[in-house]
């Protein structure tokens, strides 16, 4: 079984469409959870009692993570798919995801293409978005290149590795995805699973200025990863140093000149930490 978990945050008016899209799913073996963070807009009341089959728990506003981490530790299912409550899946998503892990048993976490819709029109992903297994780890590096809505994971390496950083408001999942790609391979489903939509000022990446400033949070937890193999470490710090570079200049540009010396003096430091190592070697 499957436990499909949508986390929500007053968007009443695009949560029906997503539940209605999982419930529709050609393969019907799992269990639903909604995880209402709080919500001012009646999401509850409105929804509970059209959709009783739903696993509905709430708690106060606490984040993404919080509510995602919640619907984790209730699940029953070995298996965890993840939905934002303002994305769709197509109909086979879960029945083509499945399919493949029948028959690639020793894959534990596979990922999907996307279709994206931004202010109703539909867009073609950036290029720098490319899915495909080709260096997927050191493409993530950069930015999130997997999409939450896409995911099925086994609950197990969840276990291992530990659930999404609720210290990061932001780039939670860039974070989550590069503890699980430094242990276990994913695969790669090339059809287009899941609709994003876009647009929309609620979402988070639009309410955060600066977001490298929690990506290089990721990367340097990243670093203190016990499990963390040397062959790991050079692109780490070498994408730190890009970030904190970036992160200076623009901090400076907004004459936040203190965060700007701040980001540079890291940067200099992973940059000896880099040459260091490079003359050990």
Request: aromatic share 8%; glycine share 4%.
């Amino acid at each position: 079984m499957v436990s499909v978990i949508i986390p929500t945050f007053n968007r009443v008016h695009l949560l029906e469409r997503a539940i209605n899209s999982v419930l529709t799913q050609t393969n019907k073996n799992f269990e639903l959870i909604v995880v209402d963070d709080g919500s001012t807009d009646n999401t509850l009341s409105q929804l509970s009692p059209k959709f009783p089959q739903v696993h509905w728990i709430t708690q106060q506003n606490s984040g993404v993570s919080k509510a995602r981490n919640r619907g984790i530790q209730q699940a029953r299912g070995p298996w965890i798919a993840l939905l934002d409550s303002d994305d769709v899946w197509h109909p086979q998503k879960l029945e083509l995801q499945i399919k493949f892990i029948q028959k690639t048993p020793s894959i534990l976490f596979c990922h999907t293409d996307e279709q994206w819709i931004r202010n109703g029109t539909k867009v073609n992903p950036p290029s720098y978005l490319d899915k495909t297994n080709h260096h997927i780890f050191n493409k993530s590096l950069d930015r999130c290149i997997i999409c939450p809505s896409s995911v099925l994971m086994h609950k197990s390496i969840l276990e291992k590795t530990g659930l999404f950083n609720e210290k990061l408001p932001v780039c939670e999942d860039y974070d989550l995805w590069l503890r699980l790609l430094i242990g276990y391979d994913i695969a790669y489903l090339p059809q287009k699973m899941v609709t994003k939509y876009g647009g929309h000022n609620d979402q988070l990446s639009s309410q955060y200025w600066g977001m490298d400033r929690f990506r290089v949070t990721a990367l340097e937890n990243l670093l203190n990863q016990p499990n963390l193999k040397e062959n790991f470490k050079k692109p780490i710090i070498q994408t730190l140093i890009l970030k904190l570079d970036r992160l200076a200049q623009s901090f400076a540009k907004h004459n936040k000149l203190k965060e700007a010396q701040k980001f540079r003096a890291k940067s200099k430091s992973y940059s000896l930490r880099s040459q260091s190592a490079s003359i050990s070697t």
